[in-house]
């Protein structure tokens, strides 16, 4: 199945650690399944996460009581058989992108033609990463 959704990257070193990944089934023309409660998702139109939203739902040991934005983060949208993976630019490595790419099942086979990765230097991405070295 191919989704869309939301991400943290909590752990740089060990990137098959990171869990705090929360997806949302989709077709490749990004419809979102029928089993979906779309009162769960949480973003202004009920048709994805927010970040800031679905942090504050999050068990404080497992956001180790951290603010949304202390992280790198990204989000996963999925259109007309193409792959956008928006996220903080630090995590837009290759390994990385290929592990957001295996953990929302981005592939062939879902009939994705083309993943485009946005690194996104805005305000609205930037983490503790950005603001120590900016």
């Given at each position: 199945m191919l989704y869309k959704g939301i991400f943290w990257i909590t752990d740089m070193e060990n990137i098959e650690e990171n869990t705090m990944?929360?997806?949302?089934p989709v077709d490749y023309m990004g419809n979102i399944d029928d089993s979906v409660d779309r009162t769960m998702l949480n973003s202004k139109n009920h048709d994805n996460y927010n970040h800031k939203k679905m942090w504050n739902s999050i068990n404080t040991k497992e956001t180790?009581?951290?603010?949304?934005?202390?992280y790198p983060r990204g989000r996963v949208e999925i259109s007309g058989g193409r792959a956008t993976i928006f996220a903080t630019p630090c995590i837009c490595t290759e390994e990385i992108i290929e592990y957001i790419s295996k953990m929302f099942e981005?592939?062939?086979?879902?009939?994705?033609?083309?993943?485009?990765v946005v690194?996104?230097?805005?305000?609205?991405?930037?983490?503790?990463l950005d603001r120590e070295n900016g």
């Open positions: 990944i929360y997806r949302i180790r009581n951290k603010s949304f934005d202390y981005i592939t062939n086979e879902n009939f994705i033609h083309t993943v485009k690194p996104d230097y805005s305000k609205h991405y930037q983490c503790f």
